[in-house]
């Protein structure tokens, strides 16, 4: 993955329905390669898929948490790749110390957190995991 790539993801997560012509103009490539570029990174599965955010999305999650994982070996940016891919990853922060990635994550049930809790746990090169609910906030950039 080289610069264009990212600058390219980088545009989608901003906004998934933009249109080809106006990623070629944003990246200052032809919209021959960035057709070719989405579809090569679909391939190698860089991009596993597209959502929208709705109105409800952007409000509070009523059930919140922080997840710390320790990633063992070389797979800190496979890993970095698949939590962003999941919709329930809201920030992402790698960290010294103990943990190397602190997710934060938001569900509207205890039921859908325990599912992504799950998964993350299973991702290969994740040795050891802990998480915190968020019971309120006191203070927020936003």
Avoid at 7 to 32: F, P, Q, Y
Avoid at 62 to 87: H, T
């Amino acid at each position: 993955m080289d610069d264009v790539d990212r600058k390219l993801i980088s545009a989608l997560r901003h906004n998934a329905r933009a249109s080809l012509s106006d990623l070629a103009i944003e990246l200052g490539v032809s919209r021959t390669t960035v057709r070719s570029r989405i579809e090569r990174l679909e391939r190698s599965g860089e991009i596993v898929g597209f959502t929208v955010v709705v109105k409800g999305d952007a409000a509070q999650d009523p059930v919140r948490g922080l997840m710390m994982l320790a990633i063992e070996g070389r797979g800190m940016d496979r890993i970095l790749r698949q939590l962003s891919g999941l919709s329930a990853v809201r920030t992402l922060h790698t960290t010294n110390g103990r943990w190397d990635v602190i997710a934060e994550l938001g569900t509207r049930t205890l039921e859908e957190l325990d599912a992504i809790l799950a998964q993350n746990r299973r991702f290969e090169g994740v040795a050891h995991s802990e998480t915190s609910l968020l019971l309120s906030t006191r203070k927020s950039g936003s």
